[in-house]
């Protein structure tokens, strides 16, 4: 292969692995724990209505619908119209609608942020949370925590290990004596059902990845040769974004719960009760 070509091609590398590290695992995150809210929702269901599901987790809808909006005006789109709880809306919960400019790529860029902002918002409402009721912020791995582009698996390791400790830091059994753990619990649970991914979302998600990949892709190219500052700055994301993945896993862990004693629960009662499911689908 020429130089040239080796150029090339390792610029491609260096942006496949970038997107994957900053991205994949947040996105893994939010489709489990759609397919687990879509669990509860349906237990629900056969136990209470799909009602009681709604309004039980009515402040985690108003949080996913201000993740879309946030990055609405993050990256310099129009709100029209904001509703945080429609629960008697047919096809949704709640909405955002909003303008752009297609012919500017940083709006298009913003698609990617507003379809996936439910998970980024919400595991930083989450963070803050901790802070205000635990009286703790979540660990966060340091400088020397061992990322690095050049070391692909070890580098997913220490984002699981990262994690993985910033989990834990949320099941301090001292915190259980104390009520606002559990209110908490109770947030946590609403919030995380509700950083999910529906089709609407990906969609939208969808139509600013293009644009955000060849951004990242095209920067890496004009910039390789100036040394790999592009990777020191995926670096530095991947510190709070470890974190981040705590959070989200502990929410993912307690929807998954939630879900099994949910099920089983349903399935011992029996037939469903009458009324239809609904969509959580957003328009956005």
Known sequence: MTPVLTYFWDGLQVTAKELFLLFGPGLVFGLTIHYLAEVIRHACLRLMGVNFFAWLTAPG????????AFFCVLFG???RELALFKPHEKESLGHV???YNPRNPYHMIG????????????????YGLAVWLLGRGIPMPGVDAGFSMNDFPATLGQIGLAGGQAFLGLLDLALFRHWPVYVFLYLAFSIGAHMTLSL???GGAAKGFAYLAGVVLLVNWATAWAGVWSQSACIFLL??????Y?????????????ALVLSLLAAWVGRPKTGAAGARGDTF
């Open 61 to 68: 809808t108003m949080v996913h619908e201000l993740g879309h």
């Open 77 to 79: 789109h129009g709100v």
């Open 97 to 99: 609608t909003h303008t």
């Open 111 to 126: 698609h990617f942020f507003i379809g996936t902002g439910p998970i980024w918002f919400g595991a930083a409402v989450l």
């Open 200 to 202: 609407s979302d990906l």
């Open 239 to 244: 510190r709070p974004l470890s974190a981040m």
């Open 246 to 258: 705590g959070v989200m896993a502990f929410a993912m862990i307690l929807s998954a719960l939630l």
